[in-house]
């Protein structure tokens, strides 16, 4: 049998729709407007018919004063004279729907931020009818998302000020706890000046705490230059400025750049670790150095040597080789499978490297060699050849 609920939960699938009505229609055309139900069947006996019938009708309109309307039909069968059928269930109108659904309030605070916002943005009106659940849902906001809407819209200034700097009379938190509803409008009112990122600052191009990227000097002779030989500095001045070395070592690990030995003619660079090796992707002045890279013997280790390949492709590996592996392994293994379609910039061996460690998950990590055999072992591969 049909109960209230469940034609109420058939009757709330056309709220959204009656909604979007609205941006355009003071008063949606969409009444009067059936809703299926399980009708009654002849082939039932007459007091289950009956019940199904009192039911109805004791919910209706008819009976309440509000709420749905049923319109009948006269049948009879073999084995009783003509009875009432109810043929359809439907609402009038928008009156009696919205007290059936109990969406009265909310509907009256829909059409009073739909003046609000069209008032101060009129070329949300589009938005609103596309999204007319997200104005719902975020009801009280709505003075709050326009200030901000209205200063990207017109006053926003790229990279000048940082989220807390913005001058719009709204906390920080608000634009950090409402990012995902700020993102729908933004992208839809300002679509030329947004940046492919997933972030939100940067794709609105608010100004960001900037990435450090550290550095140990591993040559005396130019950390004199430098007063330091272990710093961290701005992205944007490592990309400025050049340090005058040939050779760059780039670790994956931090505590594996910490403990890099000494060696002439040679700086080591650590960006955050992993896949971070992004943040110094085509910086000018490293394309003329000799550049090795030093991370762990696995398939993701590869996968990032690859991509550094993508950025400066004569990288050379510091102790990623299967030698290498062989003599050092201890029974590693790793829970990831790296999906790599094609990594560029790597050897054939290296490769076939790879899918031997994806396949069967296993792992060096470079703290797992001695230091001793580090250090003789840096010493051979950043020959007097490279210097």
């Not at 739909?114 to 009801?139: C, F, G, M, R, Y």
């Not at 790597?346 to 490769?351: D, F, Q, S, V, Y």
Request: aromatic share 12%; hydrophobic share 35%.
């Amino acid at each position: 049998m049909t109960k209230i609920i469940d034609i109420k939960k058939e009757a709330l699938k056309y709220y959204e729709k009656f909604l979007s009505g609205t941006v355009e229609n003071d008063s949606p055309v969409m009444f009067p407007f059936e809703i299926r139900y399980s009708k009654p069947q002849l082939s039932e006996d007459r007091s289950t018919i009956k019940e199904k019938v009192d039911y109805l009708e004791k919910n209706s309109k008819s009976k309440l004063g509000w709420g749905y309307e049923i319109e009948w039909e006269s049948k009879s069968s073999r084995t009783w004279s003509e009875v009432n059928i109810p043929i359809k269930v439907y609402f009038s109108d928008e009156t009696n729907f919205l007290k059936f659904i109990e969406k009265e309030k909310e509907h009256s605070e829909f059409r009073d931020n739909l003046k609000l916002i069209t008032s101060q943005i009129p070329e949300l009106a589009k938005w609103i009818k596309d999204n007319p659940l997200d104005v719902v849902k975020n009801s009280t906001k709505w003075t709050e998302l326009l200030r901000v809407c209205l200063y990207f819209k017109s006053e926003h200034l790229p990279n000048k000020y940082y989220l807390r700097e913005l001058p719009v009379s709204v906390d920080t938190k608000f634009i950090e706890n409402n990012s995902s509803i700020l993102r729908s409008l933004l992208d839809f009112l300002i679509p030329e000046k947004i940046n492919v990122s997933n972030y939100f600052n940067e794709r609105y191009s608010i100004k960001n705490k900037e990435k450090l990227i550290r550095i140990r000097i591993l040559c005396d002779q130019i950390a004199t230059e430098f007063n330091y030989s272990d710093f961290s500095i701005k992205l944007s001045d490592f990309i400025s400025r050049e340090i005058p070395s040939k050779n760059i070592v780039i670790a994956e690990n931090e505590l594996n750049f910490l403990t890099l030995p000494k060696k002439e003619s040679t700086i080591a660079i650590w960006s955050g670790g992993g896949f971070q090796v992004s943040y110094i992707a085509n910086v000018a002045w490293l394309k003329s150095k000799k550049i090795f890279y030093w991370g762990d013997i696995d398939a993701a280790g590869l996968t990032i040597l690859s991509q550094i390949r993508t950025y400066y492709d004569s990288v050379k590996s510091i102790l990623m080789d299967r030698a290498t592996f062989e003599k050092f392994y201890d029974n590693g293994k790793t829970d990831k499978f790296i999906s790599a379609k094609q990594l560029k910039g790597l050897t054939a061996e290296e490769i076939e490297f790879f899918n031997y460690l994806n396949e069967n998950r296993l792992r060096l990590e470079q703290e797992k060699i001695p230091q001793l055999e580090i250090v003789e072992l840096f010493k051979k591969i950043i020959s007097e050849k490279h210097l």
